[in-house]
């Protein structure tokens, strides 16, 4: 049997029944606008599944059917796209592969234990690791409390494999390849603007590619980071912490005011097809750059330097600024718009830890 409720402006049809061993569940679906659609909905439903055996009760829900349904119903509404590419990416290269056809009441917390070793032992680096535990926790978690699917999370007490791997050094430009960039995209290039901020801020890629000139006090020398580019359309930042003031010197002030002139000499080239836009970083029609402009770059920086991206900018800003020596890491962090002191430290491990030695050597001059 079936009950109908209202929530909100839709109708939705709850069927109630009990499994072989006694134990109740339910399972909800939207019917419509009204009461009426909402019983048609239902009937149609049951007699797809006399006719199809379509329907599936939870307890015979695989692990396939169950990540569609969490990918489709929990993170797409409610996370970030990137979020949900990044997820769908996880469970279809990895979880699929190990566990879709089977049975989600049967996966077993040995067995979720025993995977993730398996992938470390397979070559996978320990990121990776990270986000496929999360993606289990997460979706198991939801199992539980939101579907009713499961009694318990089997991945709740789950850990990450030991790596006994040193933290690898960020990838950083050298002075060489910093006046090789530099001459290879002068004044009046699309990338000129966003190569000066990104050396200059250490901002991310999406942060700068979103700046509009209304985030930029140039008499004040600050940028106002509040929003992120990601798959051509700009949304919020992910954190709160991304949300800051960045300052900046007379070079990349000097570079803006360069940036504002050539925006306006391109307004008279292209006259009526000029498209107007209020961001920083353009192209010569002033359309809003993104990141498919950045990939020349990146060509670029493979064919001279055998390696590289964008973001060794801020690996190079971040870097600099700690091994001078003059800015304090809790300054680094908030600059670079870092949840915490920690993150920044662990990602620029070997120059905190020279930064250290220095420190005990200039310890002993005083001593």
């Known amino acids: 049997m079936a009950t109908f409720v209202k929530r909100g402006k839709k109708w939705f049809y709850i069927i109630s029944y009990r499994d072989s061993a006694g134990k109740r569940h339910r399972h909800e679906e939207p019917g419509?606008?009204?009461?009426?659609?909402?019983?048609?909905?239902?009937?149609?439903?049951?007699?797809?599944?006399?006719?199809?055996?379509?329907?599936?009760?939870?307890?015979n829900i695989t692990v396939h059917d169950f990540m569609e349904e969490w990918l489709e119903k929990q993170v797409n509404v409610n996370?970030?796209?990137?979020?949900y590419t990044l997820y769908s990416q996880i469970v279809h290269n990895h979880i699929d592969a190990a566990f879709g056809g089977r049975l989600l009441r049967s996966?077993?917390?040995r067995e979720l234990q025993d995977w993730l070793l398996q992938l470390k032992q397979e070559g996978a680096a320990k990121s990776t690791v990270k986000v496929?535990?999360?993606?289990?926790?997460?979706s198991l978690r939801w199992a539980v409390a939101n579907r009713e699917y499961i009694q318990v999370n089997p991945a709740d007490s789950v850990t990450i494999p030991r790596y006994d791997e040193a933290p690898?050094?960020?990838?950083?430009?050298?002075?060489d390849e910093l006046d090789q960039l530099f001459a290879a995209y002068p004044e009046g290039c699309k990338l000129y603007i966003p190569i000066r901020i990104a050396y200059y801020t250490g901002m991310r890629k999406g942060e700068i590619l979103a700046l509009k000139w209304s985030d930029i006090d140039l008499f004040g020398r600050s940028i106002t980071v509040n929003k992120t580019q990601y798959a051509d359309a700009v949304n919020a930042p992910k954190t709160k912490s991304s949300y800051r003031q960045v300052s900046f010197g007379q070079r990349l002030m000097s570079a803006l005011v360069k940036q504002k002139r050539w925006q306006e000499k391109n307004v008279g080239i292209w006259e009526d097809d000029y498209i107007p836009s209020p961001y920083v970083c353009t192209r010569e029609d002033g359309s809003q750059m993104t990141a498919n402009d950045i990939r020349a770059f990146e060509k670029f920086c493979k064919h001279h330097f055998?390696?590289?991206s964008f973001h060794t900018f801020r690996h190079t800003h971040a870097t600099?600024?700690?091994?001078?020596?003059?800015?304090?890491?809790?300054?680094?962090?908030?600059?670079?718009?870092?949840s915490?002191?920690?993150?920044?430290?662990?990602?620029?491990?070997?120059?905190?830890?020279?930064?250290?030695?220095?420190?005990?050597?200039k310890m002993e001059d005083i001593l």
Do not use: C, M, W
């Open 32 to 59: 419509g606008a009204t009461k009426e659609e909402a019983q048609k909905a239902f009937r149609a439903h049951i007699r797809r599944a006399d006719a199809t055996g379509a329907y599936v009760k939870p307890e």
């Open 79 to 83: 996370r970030r796209p990137a979020t």
């Open 107 to 109: 996966v077993l917390t």
């Open 132 to 138: 496929v535990l999360a993606v289990l926790k997460g």
């Open 168 to 175: 690898a050094s960020p990838g950083v430009f050298s002075q």
């Open 306 to 308: 055998g390696g590289h």
């Open 320 to 338: 600099r600024l700690i091994a001078s020596g003059q800015f304090p890491l809790e300054y680094v962090a908030k600059r670079l718009g870092h």
């Open 340 to 361: 915490s002191i920690t993150t920044t430290a662990n990602i620029y491990y070997s120059v905190t830890k020279e930064e250290a030695r220095k420190a005990a050597d």
